[in-house]
């Protein structure tokens, strides 16, 4: 089981960017998949989950309404569109499988600053 995110990087208050991150070594269509980040000195907290055909999102208070998380199955990819970005979503985000998680992958930074 491997994760690999990518699509992170600098971006000032109000901007986006669209994180990318690609499973692999299971069947990814049969997992519900997460979104996570880790802050400097904060615990890792969950900001997204999509079942695993893709009907149902769900969203931590403090993104929604800003992010979108959405996944291709044939592709084995899972996506975090984050608009209207803000200086505390700063943080090195990643991907998991979510009732069964595998090793975690390297994350890709997100930095919101002007």
């Known amino acids: 089981v491997q994760f690999v995110e990518s699509g992170g990087g600098w971006v000032q208050p109000g901007g986006s960017l669209r994180l990318s991150c690609a499973g692999s070594?299971?069947?990814?269509?049969?997992?519900?998949m997460d979104w996570y980040r880790r802050a400097p000195e904060r615990e890792r907290e969950c900001v997204a989950a999509?079942?695993?055909?893709?009907?149902?999102?769900m969203y931590a208070d403090n993104v929604k309404g800003r992010f979108t998380i959405s996944r291709d199955n044939a592709k084995n990819q899972v996506y975090l569109q984050m608009n209207n970005l803000k200086p505390e979503d700063t943080a090195v985000y990643y991907c998991?499988?979510?009732?069964?998680?595998?090793?975690w992958g390297q994350g890709t930074q997100v930095t919101v600053s002007s």
């Open positions: 999509i079942i695993s055909d893709g009907d149902q999102t």
């Open positions: 070594g299971f069947t990814f269509s049969a997992f519900d």
């Open positions: 998991n499988r979510r009732y069964v998680p595998g090793p």
